[in-house]
C-alpha cells in the first residue's frame, strides 16, 4: 500500500526567512507526487508536481520541491516566506492504480 | 467555468438518515473523486471514477455508494449516517488520473 508522512504537524517561520515543508513517501512503481494547499474554508489547490524529468519542480507563488528518490522524500521549499504562504499544506502520492494518498498535513505560519 | 461545484455546503443529520452530497464539474474531466477530510488524518479516498459508467472503492467505502450516469456528475449517497460520517467532504475532478486535481469547497457534515 503507498502512504505519504508529513512528520511536523506546524512549520513556524519569519516573513522573509527561507521555509521548508516535509514530506516522505513510500509507493511501488515510479510515483507521481504533488503538493497542495489548503485555505480555511476552501478546498485545495495545486501548487506542484513531480512526475518525471529535473528532481528540482517549480511551481505556483515562488514554490518548488526537490524530489530524492534514494530519500523517498518530496520537500516544498520557497526562499522567503510571505505572512500571505501561511496555510495547510498537503503533500499526495499516486503510484500504479488510479488512487492518490494524502499525508496529514502541516500548518504553516510565517510571522511577520 | 466554474470548476467543481459541491452542495449543499452545509448539512446536519439525524443518525440513521440518508442523504445526497451532489458533486458537479464543467471542465470534462474523466476523472472524479471524493475524500473526507478529518483533523490530523488528511484527505482520505472514499471512491472514484475514471469515465461515465466507471467507479472504484477507494481507501475507506464503507457507508458510501456513488454513480457516474454522466461526466459532469459524482453524486455520493450516504446510506444511513452514523456520527462517524462527521466530516469535510471535498468531491474532486482531474482530465484523467494522474493530472492534478480541481477541488470544489467542500460540504460540512455533521451527524447528530
Known amino acids: 500500500a503507498q502512504s505519504v508522512a508529513q512528520p511536523e504537524d506546524q512549520v513556524n517561520v519569519a516573513e522573509g526567512n527561507p521555509l521548508t515543508v516535509k514530506c516522505t513517501y513510500s509507493v511501488s512503481g515510479n510515483p507521481y507526487l504533488f503538493w497542495y494547499v489548503q485555505y480555511p474554508n476552501r478546498g485545495l489547490q495545486f501548487l506542484l508536481k513531480?512526475?518525471?524529468?529535473?528532481?528540482l519542480v517549480k511551481g505556483s507563488y515562488g514554490f518548488e520541491a526537490e524530489f530524492n528518490k534514494s530519500q523517498t522524500s518530496f520537500h516544498l521549499k520557497k526562499p522567503s516566506a510571505l505572512v500571505s504562504d501561511s496555510a495547510l499544506y498537503f503533500c499526495?502520492?499516486?503510484?500504479?492504480?488510479?488512487?492518490?494518498?494524502f499525508g496529514g498535513g502541516t500548518r504553516l505560519m510565517v510571522k511577520p | 467555468n466554474a470548476g467543481v461545484t459541491q452542495t449543499p455546503k452545509f448539512q446536519v443529520l439525524k443518525t440513521g438518515q440518508s442523504m445526497t452530497l451532489q458533486c458537479a464539474q464543467d471542465?470534462?474531466?474523466?476523472?472524479m473523486s471524493w475524500y473526507r477530510q478529518d483533523p490530523g488524518m488528511g484527505l482520505r479516498l472514499i471512491h472514484y471514477?475514471?469515465?461515465?459508467?466507471?467507479?472504484d472503492q477507494g481507501e475507506v467505502p464503507n457507508g458510501y455508494n456513488v454513480s457516474r450516469s454522466t461526466t459532469e456528475d459524482f453524486p455520493l449517497r450516504l446510506l444511513s449516517a452514523a456520527p462517524s460520517q462527521t466530516s469535510v467532504y471535498f468531491c474532486a475532478s482531474s482530465y484523467v488520473a494522474g493530472q492534478p486535481q480541481h477541488f470544489g469547497d467542500g460540504t460540512r457534515l455533521s451527524i447528530l
Open positions: 513531480y512526475i518525471t524529468g529535473d528532481n
Open positions: 499526495a502520492v499516486q503510484g500504479a492504480g488510479n488512487m492518490l494518498t
Open positions: 471514477s475514471v469515465g461515465a459508467g466507471i467507479t
Open positions: 471542465m470534462n474531466h474523466e476523472y
